[in-house]
């Protein structure tokens, strides 16, 4: 059964920091383009960040700097570790898994930043 879990959200204060984690079955991880999307309520879903299977990264301006994507192929979990968090980062993050022809999606995790 193929899954995608995410975990590690929550309410943090501006300035702080929270761990993502997803944690990826039922797929051959290594082969698949790992992402962190997002969505704010009345927006559309965004790219936050995505790690190639051999580990290039791609970041959204909005959080360069900030936010770091890796990836732990024997624990086919990917993270994303968010840093110097704003107001401007609430929303559902999703993790997402890639490969031509598939693209699955996890359940979300909110992380919210509010003082």
């Known amino acids: 059964q193929v899954q995608l879990v995410e975990s590690g959200g929550g309410a943090v204060q501006p300035g702080g920091s929270l761990r993502l984690s997803c944690a990826a079955s039922?797929?051959?991880?290594?082969?698949?383009?790992m992402g962190w999307y997002r969505q704010a309520p009345g927006k559309q879903r965004e790219l936050v960040a995505t790690?190639?299977?051999?580990?290039?990264?791609n970041y959204a301006d909005s959080v360069k700097g900030r936010f770091t994507i890796s990836r732990d192929n024997g624990k086919t979990t990917v993270y994303l570790q968010m840093n110097s968090l704003k107001p401007e980062d609430t929303a559902v993050y999703y993790c997402?898994?890639?490969?031509?022809?598939?693209?699955?999606w996890g359940q979300g995790t909110q992380v919210t930043v509010s003082s």
């Open positions: 997402n898994a890639a490969l031509i022809g598939l693209n699955l």
């Open positions: 039922g797929i051959i991880f290594s082969m698949y383009t």
């Open positions: 790690i190639t299977s051999g580990g290039n990264t």
